[in-house]
């Protein structure tokens, strides 16, 4: 389940890098839901533990990855309570996928993310209220997210 504080919590990581850099597992990267995510948003293939093959950088470490890569990571791997405001559009369903399988904590700082066209099912820690659609979650957005 998809739990979701709409607006700028100071405890929400939103340095993901750093964060990242500091609790990544080599073992992560063995994850063949990982390997998909890696392709489908950095368009990157997964070599090995330390390589990863990217189109535009060539060898990289996991360190180089795209911020919203390591923080859908570390959605799935660890308990980070992560704004959505490093991810893209190109998260979304990502973000929704591993929502299934576990439940997660987010924050909404930002306006980037909308999922459009998509089946929402999250909860606003803001009010307790259900989330089921795109039109729920601009609402949210405009009442509790800050300028």
Do not use: H
């Not at 709409?6 to 990581?13: E, L, P, Q, T, V």
């Not at 924050?107 to 993310?113: E, H, Q």
């Amino acid at each position: 389940m998809l739990k979701v504080l709409f607006g700028f919590d100071k405890d929400c990581i939103r340095d993901i890098d750093l964060y990242f850099d500091n609790v990544y597992e080599d073992e992560w990267l063995e994850d063949e839901l990982i390997k998909k995510m890696i392709l489908d948003v950095d368009q990157s293939v997964v070599k090995g533990k330390q390589l990863i093959i990217s189109p535009v950088l060539g060898p990289i470490p996991p360190e180089r990855l795209s911020g919203g890569v390591k923080a859908l990571i570390c959605m799935y791997k660890s308990d980070a309570y992560i704004d959505l405001i490093v991810c893209g559009p190109n998260c979304e369903k990502w973000i929704l996928e591993i929502a299934q399988n576990k439940d997660i904590i987010v924050g909404m700082s930002g306006y980037d993310l909308t999922f459009k066209n998509m089946n929402i099912e999250a909860i606003c820690l803001n009010d307790q209220s259900n989330i089921t659609n795109y039109v729920d979650w601009i609402l949210k957005m405009n009442e509790y997210v800050g300028d």
